[in-house]
């Protein structure tokens, strides 16, 4: 259809362009038969002029000028006629074209509208798919949002509970900082009283200070007339107990003439070095008796024991009543104090000069406040010199009285008030009173204070003797005595 349209197209062009050609040539001419031509043109001279319209005037003047100008020859009348059937195959060209070109234009217009159809379609779908993704698009947006939204809401939540958490906690914290000013203010309050308190027990102190520095003046002045006293009534005891010995030695010569007389013959007699001697000499009753001891330079008055377990007991210490104070010094306990006939301690200088001369066995007798009897015994007795601080040395101890030795049988050195051979970082004979063999302090202390019925408990400086009644026990009545070995 399209080449169809080109060729009558082409051909239409060649045809106008020879006619505009031949235009050209005939103006040229048209000067010389311009006249002419009027003239035949107003008589009606035309031969071909129907069918011919557009150009018969320009025929009729091509085959007239035939005649006027003879030069032109069969070639000019050769070309018109040529261009007569030109024009009238153009007309018929015309003619079948135009149906024709109604058709292509026709089917152009429908290919057009085809195609414009087609494409609108394309272009409808385009656009379907476009709405279609943009309704993705804005759906995604909107779930986006909303998300978005919904994480705006739940942030805008947290942020209220942090929120009302803060102000909790703040809160608390002026509740804590109300009650720390609450406590601060009793703290010191409690302070305050705390102060007066100590001021009042400072003021107590002093004056408890100050009543027991009168109360020790008060003591010691006591003390004082108590030594006056207990010195009176020594002399007088000393002066009775001369009497007695007198008499005791009287009666003692009146026997022993009456055991000479009974035998017939007069023995030599021989001092008594302790009471195993007197008993051995025949004298089996407990009292006292005047003793001769090795290297003493005058003769001493003891209580011998010829009761206990078979007699001849030289008594070294004896309390029973609590009469003898025997917190003493140490030049006392070294020459002894009170009354064989009572309590009394023999005294350091003569036990170490009785046990310096052989071998003595050591006895305890104890009793307690409820009656009941005790001993302890000790195979080897002696104490060192005064050099030595009448260290005391101890072997094989057997008795009722504790299975334990209540005396220091690694040995311990003797100690007073006024000299302190413990070996205690303290002052044991300070503390629990007396003079003994203290060890630090050590289980015993037959020198401590003597405490009556009902006072005896919870007393450490009593009469104690542990392994018996106990560490606080103070102990009714003591009396320790000595025996030779081999008696
Ligand atoms: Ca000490």
């Keep these: 259809m399209y080449i169809d349209l080109s060729i009558y197209l082409s051909i239409y062009l060649s045809i106008y362009l020879s006619i505009i050609y031949l235009s050209i ?21 035309v031969v071909a002029k129907s069918g011919i319209n557009c150009i018969g005037h320009i ?20 070309v018109i006629c040529f261009v007569l059937y030109l024009l009238q195959l153009e007309n018929y060209i015309v003619e079948n074209m135009k149906s024709e070109m109604a058709q292509i234009q026709q089917n152009a217009v429908q290919n057009h509208t085809a195609t414009m159809l087609e494409i609108g379609t394309s272009l409808l779908s385009q656009t379907a798919e476009q709405t279609r993704k943009l309704t993705d698009v804005e759906t995604q947006v909107l779930n986006q949002t909303s998300r978005l939204e919904i994480q705006l809401l739940e ?46 027990l400072k003021e107590e102190k002093e004056n408890l200070q100050g009543l027991v520095t009168r109360q020790t003046y008060i003591i010691q002045e006591l003390e004082k007339q108590l030594n006056r006293a207990t010195t009176n ?27 000479l007389l009974k035998g017939g013959k007069r023995e030599e007699e021989k001092p008594f070095r302790d009471c195993a001697d007197v008993y051995q000499a025949g004298f089996n009753k407990s009292g006292i008796y005047t003793i001769y001891i090795n290297n003493m330079p005058e003769p001493k008055k003891v209580f011998c024991n010829m009761d206990v377990n078979g007699g001849g007991w030289t008594v070294i210490q004896h309390r029973e009543d609590g ?12 020459m002894g104090f009170g009354n064989p006939s009572g309590e009394y301690w023999l005294g350091n200088e003569f036990i170490f000069a009785i046990t310096s001369q052989r071998q003595y066995m050591l006895r ?80 015993s202390n037959l020198n401590g204070m003597f405490y009556t019925a009902g006072q005896n408990h919870g007393k450490l400086n009593g009469i104690k003797w542990h392994y018996f ?19």
């Design 25 to 45: 040539y005939l103006i040229s001419l048209s000067n010389i038969c311009l006249s002419q031509l009027h003239s035949w043109a107003d008589s009606g001279f």
């Design 59 to 78: 025929c009729v003047l091509f085959c007239h000028c035939k005649y006027y100008m003879p030069q032109l020859g069969g070639l000019a009348y050769n």
């Design 155 to 200: 942030n805008s939540l947290s942020t209220y509970k942090l929120e009302k958490q803060l102000l909790q906690q703040t809160n608390e914290i002026l509740k804590i900082h109300e009650k720390n000013s609450l406590l601060e203010h009793k703290i010191l309050e409690m302070e305050g009283k705390h102060k007066e308190e100590l001021d009042t």
């Design 233 to 259: 009534n020594s002399v007088l005891q000393k002066q009775q107990l001369e009497l007695m010995d007198t008499v005791h030695n009287l009666v003692n010569l009146c026997t022993k003439e009456g055991v």
């Design 323 to 334: 009469s003898l104070d025997f917190q003493r010094g140490w030049k006392e306990y070294k």
């Design 364 to 443: 305890i007798e104890l009793m307690d406040w409820e009656g009941n009897r005790a001993y302890s015994q000790y195979d080897r007795f002696h104490i060192g010199n005064e050099k030595q601080n009448y260290r005391l040395y101890l072997k094989g101890h057997t008795g009722t009285a504790g299975k334990q030795s209540s005396l220091i049988l690694h040995g311990a050195d003797f100690s007073t008030k006024d000299a302190d051979n413990d070996n205690c970082m303290c002052k044991c004979a300070l503390m629990l009173t007396g003079g003994w063999w203290f060890d630090a302090c050590g289980p």
């Design 469 to 487: 009644k106990g560490p606080s026990y103070s102990l009714r009545s003591t009396t320790m005595m000595i025996r030779p070995l081999d008696f």
